[in-house]
């Protein structure tokens, strides 16, 4: 038998150093327990959120990218999609891409589709794979058509290719400036190999361009 225990059956007169020693050992039993309540307590609460949410729809507990929306998706919607780096439209290389940024693009678009009785849903992403979900999602969504600037993924994204493949949705390959007039390199387009039409040349009027040819049912 222990100290503290021969101390409390009364078999022992204890010092009082041997009294203080039995007290810390209390002390230290007490905050013990303690800590293993708050720990078992923690492992519930956390357990509890990692179950599985039948509110949701599919895994959402990956990060997804910081991605810009300027609509929701609406009945007779087309998509707008973007690629990398045209988040930097009005500053990024203007001799090429001009001053117009992209919400300004975007506020032209949206007023043309109000005129010709459209919606549009524009979203700009610096990431592959997103495009690739966007565009399975609109067919998903029943989107009329999508209208795609994939910037430098149109020559070399093959991923692209096979999504624009793999859907009905119609797609629309747009571009501000003129790739088969610029380096070797940007002359092949894997967008353009499974796009309804190309749109390229015309600076922000390709996506007004594109826009009236999906209105007029040419694609």
């Known amino acids: 038998m222990g100290l503290c225990g021969a101390e409390i059956a009364g078999l022992t007169g204890p010092s009082d150093s041997a009294l203080a020693g039995c007290a810390i050992l209390k002390r230290f039993a007490r905050m013990f327990r ?12 956390t357990a ?8 949701r729809c599919g895994p959402t507990s990956l990060p997804r990218p910081a991605v810009r929306r300027y609509h929701r998706v609406m009945s007779n919607c087309i998509y707008v999609l973007n690629g990398p780096n045209l ?3 009005g500053t990024r290389e203007p001799e090429i891409y001009g001053h117009v940024t992209l919400d300004e693009i975007a ?6 589709a109000r005129e010709l009785g459209l919606e549009i849903d524009m979203r700009q992403t610096n990431h592959e ?3 690739v979900d966007w565009l399975h999602e609109a067919q998903a969504e029943g989107a ?17 290719l096979d ?9 629309v390959e747009v571009h501000l400036s003129d790739p088969t007039s610029r380096e070797p390199f940007r002359h092949i387009s894997y967008i353009g190999m ?3 039409l190309t749109v390229q040349g015309h600076g922000p009027d390709s996506y007004r361009i594109a826009l009236e040819a999906v209105a007029a049912g040419r694609v």
Request: hydrophobic residues 55%.
């Open 34 to 45: 303690n800590h293993i309540e708050v720990t078992a307590a923690w492992i519930a609460i």
């Open 163 to 171: 999504a624009i493949k793999a859907i009905r949705t119609p797609v």
């Open 194 to 196: 499974a796009a309804a």
């Open 48 to 55: 509890s959120q990692l179950r599985p949410d039948s509110r």
């Open 129 to 131: 794979g997103m495009l």
């Open 107 to 112: 506020g032209m678009l949206e007023d043309r």
């Open 144 to 160: 009329r058509a999508v209208l795609l600037n994939a910037a430098a993924y149109t020559h070399t994204s093959i991923a692209l």
């Open 87 to 89: 988040n930097l439209l």
